[in-house]
C-alpha cells in the first residue's frame, strides 16, 4: 500500500491543494495499514545489516527503508539503489564509485564497462560488465558498527542525545600505477531512517607528495525526473527521488539548498535513448566542491574528502519531505536538537551582566549571551581579560545559567597581509564581504587560538559566532594557513572544521549564521531582514511569524533562531520597541508566546529580562508554560496557514511518541472576533481513529478522525489574540 503514496502526493502537489491540506490529503486513500509503515510516523525497529547474495558476488547494505547493492568483481559497482517505501528503483546505469585527479592525472574508483541502454539496467546484464585496468580497484571490505562522526559533548536540553546507530562498510582500493597510495570508500548505513553517508579517505603510503586536484566522492546514474525533446540542462527538472546534503556548504543564506557548494547534475551523453534531443536531461549527479582541494599529500598523511548525505524520499508533498530531512538531522546531528532559553544581553560592563544573570535566574532563562555591541571582546586573550571573563563566567554557573558571547569574523579588515587577496586583482577587497580576513592567514590561525584559549580559560559555554568562514579563495602565497589560490578554499574550510569540531566535543553551544550543522554547529537563523525590526510592534508580529512558517519547513524548531529587540535596534520610534517593557506586556507576551509557541529561541536583546514585578511574572508564566510543554514544542511542525493579517494563521507541533500528540498554535492578527470551524491534519501525530482536544487547560473533547485523517475543530479567537490546543 505504502508504494502508492509517491503517486497520491505529486497527484495532490499538482492539484495545487494548499500546504495545510496536502499532508490529510496524500492520505486519504488508505487507513492505519500506512502509518503502521510510515518511517515518520511509527519508528523502524529494524535493524541496519550488511550481507553478501549466496554466490558471494554481491554485497547488500539494507536497513529496511533503502537497499543498496554491489557487485565486488571484477571491480566493485553499484548496480541496485532501491526506496523499500515505494519500491522505486533509483539506478538506471553503472557508474565509478568515484573519481580522483592526483597529479593533473584523472583516475576512476570502482566501476563496470560494457551497459549498452543506460535507461535501465537488468540484473542478467551485469555478469557481462567488465573492469577497466587503469582504474582504482577494490582489494577487500570490512564492515562494522557505526562509529560517532563527532564525540558531542552536549550539557543543554535537547531531544536526542543519542549517537545514531548503523553499520560502516569500507571498500579499499589500490591502483598499479600509483604504488603506496591507499584509497577508502567508506559508506554509512543509518538505522531509522532511508540515508546512506558517502566520503572518500585517501592515505600516502609512498615516499612522494602527491598533489590531489580533485575529488569526486559521489557519482551515480540516476532516474530521470522528467522527459523533455528540447530543454537545457538547467530548465528541466533534477530527480526529487534523492536528496543530497554535503559538510561543504556555505553562502550566508541560512538554507542549505542555496548553501550547497558540492551537487553538480550533469548531462550522460552515454545515454543516447534519452529523449532529450542534445542529451541534456539531469539524471547523473556527481559529488565534489568546485574548486580544490588543490593540496598537496604528503608521505604518511591522510586526507578525508567531503562527507555527503543521501536521503531517499518517497513524495514531492513539501511538508512531508521537510520532515524527512528534520527527521534526517535529528538522527544524524543530535547536537542540532539542542535548544536553551537564553537572552541577548547588550552590556557596557561587568556589572551589567551580574545582574542580567539574576535576571535569566529569576525568570527560569537557562542561558545568556553578550550579544554584538557589548563589552568583550574574546580575542583579548590578555591575563587580566580572560580571568575577569572567568569570573563572570563561574558566577553565571553558581546560578545554574551557561554564558556565551559574540565574535565576528568576517565582513572586516584586518590589514593588506592577512585580509584574502583576490584572485581576479591581486589585491584584497572583493571577497564576499567586500574585505574579509583569510582563515589560513597568520592572523586567521590567531583567532582559531584565540578563541580555543578564551573557552578553555574562562569556561564560557555558548560561541556566537558571527561572520564565519564565506567560501572566499585567497590567491596569497605567503599565508601559512594554505599554499596559494588552488587549495585556498579547501583549506581554509579544514581550518574552521577543526575549530567547530573541538568545540562541538568541548560542549559549546555553537549560533552562526552560515550551514555548518554537520561539522558541529547548533543553530543558524531562521532568515530575516534587520531593518524589519525596526518597524511598529503591530508589523513586527505579521512579519515573525512569517518568518518563522518559511523558516522552519526544513529545519527544526531548535535549529533556527529569532530576534526581538527589546530597545531601539537600527531605526525606528516607541512604537518599535518594547521598552519599557512593562508598558508593553501584551506585546512582550505575545512576540514570546510566538517563537517559544513554535520551539524557536529569539534573541531577546537588550539591558534586560524584566523592569517591574509584574513584568517579571508575565515572562515566568511564559517560560513555565514553554517548559511543561516543551517536548512537542520542539517537535515538527505541520504548515497549517500562512500569516497574512486577513485570516487566522499557524502552525501544528507533531510527535506520535509523546502523550501530547500534538500542539496546535493559532492566531488572529485581526480587528475583529474569528469564529469558525477548521481543519487540522493529524496524520503525523500518528493519531487513527479519535483525538482528544483541549484549549488551553480547559476539559479535553473527543473528535473523530476522518478517511483523511484530519478533525473538524470550531475555534474562537479575541481581535489581536492567540490560543493554544494540546491534542492527546
Known sequence: MCRYIFFFAFCFLKSGVSNGQNVALIRSFSQETSIKADWLVTPVLKKAKVYTNGDKKDIVLDNGLL????????????????NMTT???L????????RVMIDGKSYNVGGLYGQKEQAYLLPEWIDGLAANENDFSIVKYEVTDLPPFLNANQGFWATNKKPATGKMVRFYFENPSLKGIELIVHYELYEGIPVIAKWLSIKNNSKSAIKLNQVVNEILGLVEEESAVVGALDQMQKPACIYFESDYAFNNAMRYNLSDQTTHWKADRLYTSQVNYNYQTPCLVEIYPEYGPGIELNPGENFRSVRTFEL?????DRQRRGMAIQKMYRTIAPWTTANPIFMHLVSKNDGEVYQAVDQCAATGYEALILSFGSHINMEDNSSQNLKRCKALADYAHTKGIKIGCYSLFSSRKISEEDDVTNPLTGKTGGAFFGNAPCFGSKWGLAYRDKIKQFFTETGFDIWENDGPYPGDRCASVKHPGHKGLDDSQ???????????????????YINAPDWYFLDGTNKIG???????FSL????????????????????????GWGFVPLTRYQGGGPEAILEPLSEHLDDYEQL???YYGAGVQACYRGPGLYDTETTRLRVVKVIDWYKKYRNILNADIVHLRRADGRDWDGWLHVNPQLKEKGLLMLFNPTQKTINKTIKIPLYYTGLTKTARIREKENNSKSFILDRSYEVELPISLAANSYSWWIIE
Not at 531517499?312 to 514531492?316: A, G, T
Request: include cysteine; charged fraction near 25%; charge should be positive.
Open 67 to 82: 537497499q543498496r547493492r554491489f557487485r565486488l568483481s571484477p571491480n566493485l559497482a553499484c548496480t541496485e539503489y532501491k
Open 87 to 89: 519500491g522505486q528503483q
Open 91 to 98: 539506478i538506471r546505469s553503472v557508474k565509478p564509485e568515484a
Open 312 to 316: 531517499l524520499m518517497d513524495s514531492y
Open 490 to 508: 579547501w583549506q581554509q574550510m579544514q581550518i574552521q572544521k577543526e575549530l567547530y569540531h573541538w568545540l562541538n566535543q568541548k560542549g559549546v
Open 526 to 532: 531562521l532568515g530575516y531582514r534587520e531593518w524589519n
Open 536 to 559: 511598529p510592534r503591530d508589523q513586527q508580529k505579521i512579519l515573525n511569524r512569517q518568518n518563522i512558517f518559511d523558516g522552519t519547513w526544513d529545519k527544526t524548531p531548535s535549529m
Open 592 to 594: 514570546m508566546m510566538q
